[in-house]
């Protein structure tokens, strides 16, 4: 799965690589979590990308409240063509969530006696990038308001994520973005082919502070050195 990333680049260097004005006041961000509103690229009705923003969690249009954005920030690749949180949005509602690394942890033992171990995980050269996600429109019954809400499309993991956790974010490569974006595309096996996990020898990976385990940690420092146990 992917339950927390960051976004910590450049905006000019943002605006470069995805070819769209920036917002400025969502960066730099360490530690984005579920819920909270994440930066995205979508495409316009005259088919120019632009930079807006969704929450974290993505709500399907018949939810009967915020609650289920718990259970979606992720969408399995392997269901999501069928399963009914996701199938609507998977055919029509496509974007990329940018990112230049995610957080995933490593489980030994259980119980109290288990022990985690966060990692950061980017591409190779520290980039920016892109993960496939998908989005919808809720609307709150009770005081009408509009949300607008996303998830993550996972796959297994590669080389580099298996000894840390088995599944790992879809990273998009540039020349697939025009593609998934493209709304008049909605042949599922054509989107499918697109949600592979990207390749090992291109990423790596280092740990990191624990602190990053506390969403209320958002500075630099959560992606400091890893505290070991005294014991």
């Given at each position: ?16 690589i ?38 974290w969690g ?41 990112a ?23 591409l ?6 892109a993960?496939a ?8 019954p009770?005081?009408?308001e ?7 499309v ?9 000894p ?29 082919e ?14 990191v ?8 940690n ?14």
């Amino acid at each position: 799965m992917c339950g927390r990333f960051a976004l910590t680049a450049p905006a000019s260097d943002i605006a470069e690589i995805f070819q769209v004005d920036v917002l400025p006041d969502i960066l730099p961000r360490y530690n984005v979590a579920p819920t909270t509103q994440v930066a995205c690229v979508v495409e316009e009705d005259d088919g120019q990308r632009s930079m807006q923003t969704f929450r974290w969690g993505l709500i399907p249009r018949w939810a009967k409240d915020k609650k289920i954005a718990y259970r979606t920030i992720n969408a399995r690749s392997e269901t999501v063509a069928s399963k009914p949180a996701f199938r609507a949005a998977f055919k029509r509602r496509r974007l990329l969530i940018l990112a230049d690394g995610f957080y995933e942890w490593h489980r030994v033992g259980t119980g109290k006696a288990q022990k985690k171990t966060p990692h950061l995980i980017q591409l190779a050269d520290g980039r920016p990038f892109a993960m496939a996600g998908l989005w919808e429109t809720w609307v709150d019954p009770e005081t009408e308001e509009e949300l607008r809400s996303c998830t993550i499309v996972t796959t297994e993991g590669n080389d580099l994520m298996k000894p840390i956790h088995d599944r790992m974010p879809v990273i998009l490569p540039a020349d697939r973005w025009d593609l998934w974006l493209d709304r008049s595309v909605d042949d599922k096996s054509v989107l499918q082919e697109l949600l592979v996990p990207y390749p090992a020898d291109d990423m790596k990976e280092r740990r990191v502070s624990k602190s990053v385990g506390n969403v209320r940690n958002k500075g630099p420092e959560v992606q400091g050195p890893f505290e070991e146990d005294d014991d």
